[in-house]
T-cell receptor, first 108, second 113 residues
């Protein structure tokens, strides 16, 4: 089976940096993805890591360490609109398995 | 290009009633999925399809059936609705051999009383 652990809630100040961690246990590994979901909205894809290291997309970066079964999403220069839930997920050609999500609250 | 659409957006059912949720995508994606999302539970996979005419069970398939008669459509059926099926249902699709990117529909909010 597969399971993912991520913090349930994180609060950070506008303009700051926040890191959301994700650890996983899988029978086979096929990449770690991150999704963002605003209240009342649908999940939207943010990033994918298939290999170890850092992937950067604008203010967002995602990191993966396969040897540690660990990854994180890094959000820089936080804005109020970044308040949302963030989900890590494992899988590629197989159906994605999602973590339970981290609710990020950005405060002024 | 509408992406992934879902019909209906909201529905209230009485226990024991049946209904079908429709998902349509216009991106020619092979893979399609149905998830349910409950507070604090993340997204749980109900059923999925890897191509026209194929379906497979996910993590929580009981009480649901699906069909993929056409590549662009994926239907989710509830034969006898139960209050435990009150949830938000999301459909998603993706291309074969993608890098984890799935496209989600806007969701259907279902309440069973």
């Amino acid at each position: 089976g597969q399971s993912l652990e991520q913090p349930s809630e994180v609060t950070a100040v506008e303009g700051a940096i926040v890191q959301i961690n994700c650890t996983y246990q899988t029978s086979g590994f096929y990449g770690l993805s991150w999704y963002q979901q605003h209240d009342g909205g649908a999940p939207t894809f943010l990033s994918y890591n298939g290999l170890d290291g850092l992937e950067e997309t604008g203010r967002f970066s995602s990191f993966l360490s396969r040897s540690d079964s660990y990854g994180y999403l890094l959000l820089q220069e936080l804005q109020m609109k970044d308040s949302a839930s963030y989900f890590c997920a494992v899988g590629r050609n197989t159906p994605l398995v999602f973590g339970k999500g981290t609710r990020l609250s950005v405060i002024a | 290009n509408a992406g992934v659409t879902q019909t209906p957006k909201f529905r209230v059912l009485k226990t024991g009633q049946s209904m079908t949720l429709l998902c349509a995508q216009d991106m020619n994606h092979e893979y399609m999925y149905w998830y349910r999302q409950d507070p604090g539970m993340g997204l749980r996979l109900i059923h999925y399809s890897v191509g026209e005419g194929t379906t497979a069970k996910g993590e929580v398939p009981d009480g649901y059936n699906v069909s993929r008669l056409k590549k662009q459509n994926f239907l989710l059926g509830l034969e006898s609705a139960a209050p435990s099926q009150t949830s938000v249902y999301f459909c998603a699709s993706r291309i074969e051999y993608s890098t984890g990117e799935q496209y989600f529909g806007p969701g259907t909010r279902l309440t069973v009383t």
